[in-house]
């Protein structure tokens, strides 16, 4: 966690994309400022453990005293108290307790806060509220639908009449967005992503090798063994867990092979999404996706050849990002930075955000 010090405080401007699996703020002429892990460690239910990295170094092996929650799930808010608890602490980490109180007492802060496009207005609400309720009072909060920013941290033209087909592939959902003239034509949003795979994993390494692994470990077989299309070469990763008969621990080859297998069925989902949006897609539009192909963002698309699987699939040439998982929030920083941009931002009670 950043301390005192450490960044500006010249610039009270904040972009917060509140992921699944991490959180990520950005701050006004400083950049990116908070990369974590989406998690929180609370004792008895109460009181605040650990934020960030720190927690998720506790899942899965904390005692009952302890729980570790994901305050996002879906791509929303499962969690307000949590959620808004870990808002209000990463500010006095990062800033002293100085600015935090200094923020309730009437600071002059403003956020800007990336939501997912396919979601209910009431779900869209849980993140304005989540800032205008808690100790941060600010004098300004903007909505940015999360499609745009993520295109613009791409390194889009979202303004123009030329039609971007935007595939953001996340730990826990999949936004499929057909973007134009600075708005969404179509947008599909879909719950799978990273942790489906894993959940996925998991469930067939049970299945295969009769082994009960974690989350965690689910997860690092998806790292080293995970692909879009399946590889003629096998290559093994050793993992650990609990054998079902004995109840023992125990060690397992698990091919990357069987990965594929696992995620084959979530895969093929993606794919006929991406289809039917290209199906939906006006004619002059289809024409430029054609020209430009599709942008792949989202901290999963780091999968192996899951790009050359979409390729394949569509027809389509691909462009992928070297650091995915951070092209939302930097596209809240450039419609911060840039006054071009800040019609990109709504309030909730903008006619042409609903």
């Known amino acids: 966690?950043?301390?005192?010090?450490?960044?500006?405080?010249?610039?009270?401007?904040?972009?917060?994309?509140?992921?699944?699996?991490?959180?990520?703020?950005?701050?006004?002429?400083?950049?990116?400022?908070?990369?974590?892990?989406?998690?929180?460690?609370?004792?008895?239910?109460?009181?605040?453990?650990?934020?960030?990295?720190?927690?998720?170094?506790?899942?899965?092996?904390?005692?009952?005293?302890?729980?570790?929650?994901?305050?996002?799930?879906?791509?929303?808010?499962?969690?307000?108290?949590?959620?808004?608890?870990?808002?209000?602490?990463?500010?006095?980490?990062?800033?002293?307790?100085?600015?935090?109180?200094?923020?309730?007492?009437?600071?002059?802060?403003?956020?800007?806060?990336?939501?997912?496009?396919?979601?209910?207005?009431?779900?869209?609400?849980?993140?304005?509220?989540?800032?205008?309720?808690?100790?941060?009072?600010?004098?300004?909060?903007?909505?940015?639908?999360?499609?745009?920013?993520?295109?613009?941290?791409?390194?889009?033209?979202?303004?123009?009449?030329?039609?971007?087909?935007?595939?953001?592939?996340?730990?826990?959902?999949?936004?499929?967005?057909?973007?134009?003239?600075?708005?969404?034509?179509?947008?599909?949003?879909?719950?799978?992503?990273?942790?489906?795979?894993?959940?996925?994993?998991?469930?067939?390494v049970k299945k295969k090798h009769n082994l009960v692994i974690g989350m965690k470990s689910a997860e690092r077989l998806k790292m080293q063994l995970a692909s879009g299309i399946k590889e003629d070469e096998e290559i093994t990763y050793d993992v650990m867990g609990r054998n079902l008969i004995t109840g023992l621990p125990n060690k397992v080859t698990v091919t990357n092979h069987l990965i594929f297998e696992a995620m084959s069925e979530s895969l093929s989902s993606i794919i006929d999404a991406i289809k039917f949006i290209l199906e939906k897609t006006p004619p002059e539009l289809s024409m430029d996706i054609m020209h430009d192909g599709v942008c792949m963002t989202g901290g999963s698309t780091h999968i192996k050849n899951l790009d050359l699987l979409i390729q394949q699939e569509t027809g389509l040439s691909i462009m992928k990002m070297e650091e995915p998982e951070l092209t939302v929030v930097k596209g809240l920083g450039m419609i911060m930075e840039n006054p071009d941009y800040e019609r990109l931002a709504h309030n909730l009670q903008d006619s042409d955000f609903h």
């Open 1 to 204: 966690m950043l301390t005192k010090g450490d960044i500006p405080m010249s610039e009270k401007i904040y972009g917060i994309d509140m992921g699944t699996n991490s959180i990520k703020i950005y701050q006004k002429a400083a950049g990116v400022i908070l990369h974590q892990k989406n998690m929180i460690a609370m004792v008895k239910k109460k009181e605040p453990l650990a934020l960030g990295d720190e927690a998720y170094s506790m899942y899965e092996k904390a005692p009952k005293n302890i729980e570790v929650k994901q305050p996002i799930i879906n791509g929303v808010i499962a969690d307000f108290t949590a959620m808004q608890t870990m808002i209000q602490l990463y500010f006095k980490g990062m800033h002293g307790k100085k600015f935090a109180e200094g923020l309730a007492a009437g600071g002059n802060a403003e956020f800007y806060i990336a939501v997912p496009s396919d979601i209910t207005e009431v779900e869209k609400r849980a993140f304005y509220d989540l800032i205008a309720s808690s100790s941060l009072k600010t004098k300004k909060i903007r909505i940015v639908e999360k499609p745009i920013a993520d295109a613009l941290g791409a390194g889009l033209d979202v303004m123009d009449a030329t039609g971007r087909l935007i595939v953001n592939i996340g730990a826990d959902t999949t936004e499929i967005s057909l973007i134009s003239l600075g708005g969404i034509v179509q947008s599909r949003l879909l719950k799978i992503g990273g942790t489906k795979f894993d959940e996925a994993i998991q469930q067939t």
